[in-house]
RNA sequence: GGUCGUGUAGUUCAGUUGGGUAGAAUAUCGGCCUGUCACGCCGAGGGUCGCGGGUUCGAGUCCCGUCGCGACCGCCA
């Protein structure tokens, strides 16, 4: 027998007990004639005690342990004289009696404790001696507690879990694929799916209302913290249902999955955000709640006059997208059918701002010629240094974040103005300014000008720093919501054509479907987006069910009759035997774990992850293949 | 594809204007130590300063190229 207990435990209660314990040597403090040895097992670390006096034989084996050796030792239950509060085990020790080497052990290129003093590299490298770490175990436990949680709630609910393939037909449309050669069939080639999509959505076709599934996805594209290769979604679907349906149950899900694994409760239902007030307020569409720090807009106007760059197609949605807004800004409703209540804009100020500020005439080149202008107010920041407002520009200036400059009004305790364009604006406009953004003496509202896409994306990235800097963003809040009402597609100006924004069987509003003829790019998605604290945790939408309509969204998408049949024929097909109404969701787990774990990298819940490089340093993968089985696969290596 | 950072002992890092045999901590090995739990004390070994080229009397340090790693942008739902 390797073991009766394990090195976790065994408390004061057990004194007196044999027992056998098997585990790795973590650390050795050796004496004259005492030597103690802490043993390791995923449980915990109980420490063993040899003693020259009362067992030489056993004394001097114990000499001969390592770090990391494998062993086994029997011995009694003991109350220690000098207790160790702080591990679980320290009141006691084991006398032992015999100790056994099951495997030696090379020393280890870095230390097997909490706090590793290795780098990722090396980490990486040896990963299974990484995961040895109690951080990593905990890691994977939690992970592993998370899946069984879903699994049962979702399992109450009705969802059955149903496994789809994993090698299955390419679909060039959104992220790239991974491809498997086919050697039955030389010079084809199988795709790994980015996520199942439509094999969940013919299982609603196929009758199975309510599927579910922890799933493998892959895609070839570039990586970073958060993002693996190949990485796992809690895929799910549900018939019968309408967008309402689906976030009920998922914030259900939500709900649980904090009060049973981190004992989070949440007050009510999440917010829902519309996708445009989530942009225009906080610069992003995963926006971070945990703190307010809104984006204040001071002026809005059609920059056409700017740049002649666009292509002729993109100028059609531009001027459209122009339209609307100047429409908005002219009728003082900004907010389009959904905005709830709370959302008050700026924009409704204008006119506080306009009174006193010319911002097309003042002189300051950054206002004059811009397409929007805006700010945030850092709350008591009035007393910033000229370095501290200097590293902000800096900040914003990086390639990453894009803005030309930043434009500073600092509102002094005592009352005075101070700002970096005081050369433009005299006292009355900057007064005005902070009207219209709220600003309040004692602090400083930081102003970025541009493109209002990028300007706003900007203003975001600041806002998040700002956060950061005022330390805004605590580890222990959670801030749920929905993002609701995206765009149902993206024009993009290289190929000139529009995208699908989540993916092509994505349904339209109701309302908006007779835009797909006039202005596709006005039409909003029935889509939806679980945000966290900044972290896009998942995102789903309603499904077209309906062949025709899905034939239109093709159209829309620039492909022809030929492409759509090549590529989703056999679910245009399905759609014409009974597609009952459906939609659905998927999570990104590896994102829920570290989010839930604390982490900023998702490589740390994942067992063996790969680098930015997607390589795997372990296994030094990919690697390249004989010329034997590339000839059988029919492959050739340019 | 791009921006920024980084590469020196097994490991984590320091190394000034370009100037003595490249240091510290930790790990490892040896010695001493009977209550440690970051044990302590004494000692030892350990270096292709990522790689290649250049400038110089002299390069870890400066220049050019290249490779690896990390964060981000583009990309990606």
């Known amino acids: ?68 050796f494998v062993v086994r030792a029997t011995g009694v239950v003991a109350e220690r004289s000098n207790k160790n509060p702080n591990m679980p085990t320290g009141d006691i020790e084991i006398h032992v009696d015999s100790i056994e080497i099951l495997n030696a052990a090379e020393t280890p290129p870095f230390t097997i404790e909490e706090n590793s003093d290795g780098g990722d590299e090396l980490r990486m490298k040896y990963r299974y001696l990484d995961m040895r770490r109690a951080p990593l175990q905990r890691n994977l436990m939690l992970r592993h507690r998370m899946a069984q949680s879903v699994r049962h709630y979702l399992d109450l609910q009705g969802f059955i879990e149903v496994e789809t393939p994993v090698m299955i037909k390419s679909t060039p449309e959104g992220a790239r694929d991974f491809v498997v050669p086919s050697r039955m069939n030389q010079g084809q080639f199988y795709a790994l799916p980015q996520s199942p999509q439509m094999f969940k959505q013919l299982l609603m076709v196929s009758g199975y209302d309510r599927y579910m599934q922890i799933v493998k996805c892959f895609r070839d594209e570039d990586l970073r913290a958060d993002r693996q290769p190949e990485f796992t979604q809690i895929d799910c679907e549900m018939a019968f249902v309408e967008q309402q349906d689906i976030l009920e149950v998922f914030e259900g899900l939500t709900k649980h999955l904090f009060n049973e694994v981190l004992q989070v409760q949440f007050e009510g239902s999440f917010l829902k955000l519309p996708w445009e007030q989530a942009m225009s307020e906080y610069g992003s569409d995963k926006p971070d709640l945990r703190f307010e720090m809104k984006i204040k807009e001071l002026v809005t106007r059609n920059a056409n006059r700017a740049e002649g760059e666009l292509s002729e197609a993109k100028h059609e949605t531009r001027k459209a997208e122009d339209e609307t807004r100047d429409t908005k800004h002219e009728t003082r409703n900004p907010e389009e059918r959904s905005l709830p209540s709370h959302a008050s804009r700026v924009t409704s100020h204008d006119s506080s701002a306009s009174r006193v500020t010319r ?138 054509r529009f995208y699908a924004m989540h993916h092509p069987f994505t349904a339209p509003k109701p309302e908006d479907i007779p835009m797909l003829d006039i202005d596709p790019g006005q039409v909003h998605a029935n889509a939806y987006d679980l945000v966290i604290n900044g972290i896009e945790i998942g995102g789903g939408s309603i499904r077209i069910h309906d062949a025709g309509l899905q034939k239109k969204m093709f159209e829309v998408l620039g492909f022809t009759d030929e492409q759509a049949e090549y590529r989703f024929g056999f679910l245009m097909n399905a759609f014409k035997y009974g597609a009952p109404p459906h939609g659905g969701i998927a999570f990104g787990f590896d994102r829920w774990v570290s989010l839930f774990a604390g982490l900023n990298s998702i490589r740390d819940v994942i067992a063996f992850p790969k680098n930015n490089q997607g390589r795997d340093v372990m296994q030094d993968s990919p690697s390249n293949l004989d010329e034997e089985q590339l000839k059988e696969l029919g492959i050739k290596i340019s």
């Not at 970096?420 to 902070?434: E, M, P, R």
């Not at 209002?452 to 203003?459: E, G, N, Q, S």
Request: net charge negative; hydrophobic share 40%.
């Open 1 to 68: 027998m390797y073991r009766t207990n394990t090195c976790g435990e065994l408390r004061l209660s057990h004194a007196g007990q044999t027992v056998t314990l098997s585990g790795w040597v973590q650390k050795m403090r050796e004496f004259g004639g005492m030597t103690f040895v802490d043993l390791r097992d995923r449980y915990g670390i109980t420490q063993l005690v040899f003693n020259m006096e009362t067992n030489p034989e056993q004394f001097k084996l114990a000499q001969k342990l390592g770090r990391e």
């Open 359 to 496: 911002f097309d005439s003042s002189g300051f080149p950054a206002f004059d010629d811009a397409e929007y202008i805006g700010g945030i107010i850092a709350a008591g920041c009035a007393e910033y240094t000229r370095k501290q407002l200097d590293e902000l520009t800096d900040f914003v200036k990086k390639p990453q974040v894009g803005a030309k400059g930043l434009i500073y009004v600092k509102y002094n305790m005592d009352g005075t103005i101070k700002s970096s364009v005081d050369k433009f604006f005299d006292a009355a406009a900057l007064q005005g300014w902070a009207e219209v953004t709220g600003a309040k003496p004692g602090d400083l509202l930081l102003i970025l000008a541009g493109k209002r896409d990028k300007t706003l994306k900007a203003l975001g990235d600041l806002r998040l720093e700002m956060g950061r800097q005022l330390n805004l963003m605590d580890k222990n809040k959670y801030v749920p919501l929905w993002v609701v009402d995206f765009p149902l597609v993206e024009w993009d100006e290289e190929t000139a």
